[in-house]
């Protein structure tokens, strides 16, 4: 199968006028210019750029629980993100399944292992990748025998260390923190009195003593056993990102300020910020903005985060403003997540990669049209579907 006529991003540069040619899942040529006659799509208007790959989105959880003790099952929540992922242009998708932030909370233990290993016995029956990003916190101890265990299962596709201990890190401003436990996990004032109590110990024990990284470096060393990637989150100090990095992190997510953003690049780590913070221009949080760590050149991949359509509108509005050329900017959400995981044959439109693929009408807000994975159509709006028909028009004409 042929496409044709398409404008296509390719890693490097942007074909205005070409075509490529699809054999078994897998781009086998592309050129300038229009295709050879035969089994051939016509996308005229539509640009052409790699699936889309996602290392972080935390929907799925909010889909399971949208409001608190508000349940639905796992396979209806992920059925119905994975429509949503397909109709945005991704096609691998990393859920990331948080482990015991507290009992009440759908992060318990109990929690994560069902989501996970419900999500890996559906897996083979939805659009887009699904890849499993689990995400520990350093104070868990029971996290290295639980870890070992789905690793040995091959239910884990990148793990991520986090510390959510208030007065560092992402709640660095303890008034952030009892934000976030009012609006997002539901507690009253009667409720936050004892952790207030346990709050001010936790921070006089951050500030007076040596960091204690022996559970996160057993994380750490599980994880990389099984070459499996891992990734660090929320880091605030250059000192973190160097003591992570020596143990074996590669990625470091969400860096809270430039100064740890710098550090984990002069590392060589992949560095990851939130599409929603770059589209708008600034964290929700009031940390490190992503469109400033784009343009000091210390990011280089974007995640949904929380908002899966934010991947493919900002990269073309950091591509408009003249930030990064538009081949650099499709890369934050394509090449750059599939180098850092190593997916070696995704993330490109190039000759022997897998053919996933989005064909988007570009504007001031591009609409994607179609998505494919492999090859096949996992998503199409009307006007992708009248491209199928008269490829099945030509094929009949050729039979006749």
């Known amino acids: 199968m042929w496409i044709s006529d398409l404008r296509m991003v390719l890693p490097d540069r942007v074909i205005e006028r070409g075509a490529l040619r699809i ?11 229009n295709a050879p006659e035969g089994s051939v799509i016509s996308a005229h208007g539509l640009t052409a750029i790699p699936g889309i790959i996602d290392l972080h989105g935390d929907m799925l959880e909010r889909d399971i629980e949208p409001r608190p003790r508000a349940r639905f099952p796992v396979e209806l929540a992920m059925h119905e993100l994975d429509k949503r992922l397909a109709a945005t242009g991704i096609t691998t998708a990393y859920a990331a399944v948080g482990f015991a932030w507290r009992k009440s909370d759908l992060r318990t233990q109990e929690g994560a292992i069902q989501i996970i290993e419900t999500l890996n016995q559906i897996k083979h029956t939805l659009l887009t990748d699904c890849k499993i990003h689990a995400r520990f916190e350093v104070n868990n101890p029971d996290t290295v025998p639980l870890l070992d265990s789905m690793l040995r299962r091959g239910l884990i596709d990148l793990v991520s260390i986090m ?9 660095s401003d303890t008034e952030r923190y009892t934000q976030f436990l009012k ?3 539901g507690f009253t004032e009667e409720q936050l009195a004892p952790i207030y109590a346990r709050m001010a110990e936790k921070i006089e024990i951050i500030q007076t003593q040596p960091r204690d990284w022996s559970l996160a470096k057993a994380i ?3 994880a990389l056993a099984h070459d499996v990637v891992v990734a660090s989150h929320d880091d605030d100090t250059v000192e973190k990102v160097e003591t992570q990095h020596t143990m074996g992190v590669s ?14 690049q002069a590392r060589g780590m992949h560095i990851i910020m939130g599409a929603p913070n770059a589209f708008r221009g600034e964290s ?19 995640a949904t985060d929380y908002y899966p359509a934010a991947m493919l509108h900002s ?6 403003s003249d930030v990064l050329d538009l081949p650099a900017a499709v890369r934050l959400i394509t090449a750059n997540p599939a180098d850092a995981v190593g997916l070696t044959t995704r993330g490109r439109l190039a000759v022997g990669c897998a053919a996933d693929i989005v064909l988007l009408e570009d504007g001031e807000t591009p609409r994607v049209r179609a998505t494919l994975r492999n090859g096949e159509v996992i998503y199409s709006d009307v006007h992708g579907t009248r491209l199928w028909q008269t490829l099945a028009d030509n094929v009949q004409m050729a039979v006749d």
């Open 163 to 171: 510390d959510h201990t208030p007065g560092q890190g992402q709640y």
């Open 315 to 320: 990269a073309w509005k950091i591509a408009r």
């Open 220 to 222: 750490i060393d599980t």
């Open 251 to 264: 990625i470091a997510e969400f860096p809270i300020n430039l100064e740890s953003a710098r550090a984990a």
């Open 183 to 185: 609006e997002w996990l």
């Open 284 to 302: 929700n949080t009031g940390n490190l903005s992503a469109l400033d760590g784009i343009g000091a050149g210390v990011v280089d991949i974007l």
């Open 23 to 33: 054999i078994d899942g897998t781009i086998v040529t592309i050129i300038e210019g």
